[in-house]
């Protein structure tokens, strides 16, 4: 049988088969033997050893279109960055540092709006921002509902990170979709370390209307800290489009002279949110040496 590892919890993997029923399962395939680990996300095989109890072994591990480790996860078709316009302020650094880990891992990336309710201004003016940057944009609140139809066509079907600060309204969005979950991912308390103890863990919620989502709120970072300051202009999918045409080979489009970057944002073709961060995240890059990476 076939089916999708959900969460994994103390040597234990719970996973979907395609015909709706969980299985409870430990490792025990060839896989083990290369030093793979079965992950969230993954497409498995499993063999059943009690159809009463639910239970089996994860015996084969499907390929991975991608993975991640900061949570262990594979097989992302989506990276909704997700903020809200107020309460919280908008931590935009942060939040261009998830679209740069989904840019350099490959992955879909869009930008969710919510509480646009409460500075409609503010919520326009950072969507075209994202817009310049290709990214599918959605300016959406939990609270009037707008918005809510678009996201549910954009999660449809696919296997979406919601990453976003506590607060800035995931759960509430998911409710406003009509589904009936709380992603409560933070912390679990851990019954088989004897209840004290909690853990941490990555668990996927099946969507209604078909897909999954889960929580991750400092989605990878670590990606990020581990790039060179030279690349990370391809990470921004608008300023790599006006790059190139700078007077100086390697321009950094932060000090230099006749920068075709700095063109682009002078007409409004780059935003300035978007550029700031750039340059945050560049000068906070570009100690790194190469044999530091
Ligand atoms: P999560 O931690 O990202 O899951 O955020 P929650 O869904 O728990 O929402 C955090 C708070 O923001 C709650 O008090 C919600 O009622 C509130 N909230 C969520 N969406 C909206 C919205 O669109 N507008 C306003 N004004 N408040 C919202
Ligand atoms: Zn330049």
């Known amino acids: 049988m076939t089916g999708t590892i959900m969460k994994g919890i103390g040597g234990f993997y719970y996973v979907k088969c395609d015909s709706g029923t969980v299985f ?25 050893t009690d159809p009463e109890e639910k239970e089996g072994y994860v015996t084969k591990i499907g390929p991975r279109k991608n ?10 078709d989506l990276l909704l960055v997700t903020f809200a316009i ?36 503010k ?23 707008e918005g809510v139809d678009r996201l549910k066509d954009l999660l449809k079907g696919k296997v979406t990170a919601l990453a976003g600060s506590s607060g800035v309204g995931k759960s509430s969005l998911l409710n406003a979709m009509g589904e009936n979950f709380t992603l409560k991912t933070g912390a679990v308390s851990d019954k088989i370390q ?10 996927l919620f099946p969507l209604s209307f078909g897909g999954f989502v889960f929580d991750t709120p400092g989605f990878g970072s670590f990606e990020v ?14 300023i790599a489009k006006h790059g190139g045409q700078c007077r100086f080979p390697g321009c950094s489009h932060i000090t230099e002279p006749d920068c075709s970057v700095k063109d682009a944002l002078n007409r409004g073709e780059i935003g300035q949110n978007r550029y700031n961060s750039y340059c945050a995240l560049y000068n906070s890059l570009k100690d790194v040496k190469d044999w530091q990476l």
């Open 123 to 145: 919520a326009a003016n950072l969507a075209k921002e994202y817009a310049l940057a290709d990214f599918p944009v959605i300016v959406c609140s939990a609270k009037t509902g």
């Open 225 to 238: 800290e581990k790039m060179m300051a030279q690349n990370l202009s391809a990470m921004f999918p608008e």
């Open 67 to 76: 993975q991640f480790f900061r949570p262990p996860v594979s097989n992302i």
């Open 86 to 121: 107020s309460a919280p302020e908008p931590a935009l650094e942060l939040i261009d540092k998830l679209t740069v880990t989904a840019v350099s891992q490959g992955v879909a990336c869009a930008v969710c709006i919510n509480k646009a309710e409460l500075n409609r201004e």
């Open 24 to 48: 409870s399962c430990r490792a025990r395939g060839r896989f083990r033997k290369d030093g793979q680990v079965p992950m969230v996300g993954d497409r498995v095989e499993i063999e059943i």
């Open 194 to 203: 004897r209840g004290k103890h909690t853990t941490r863990h990555t668990e």
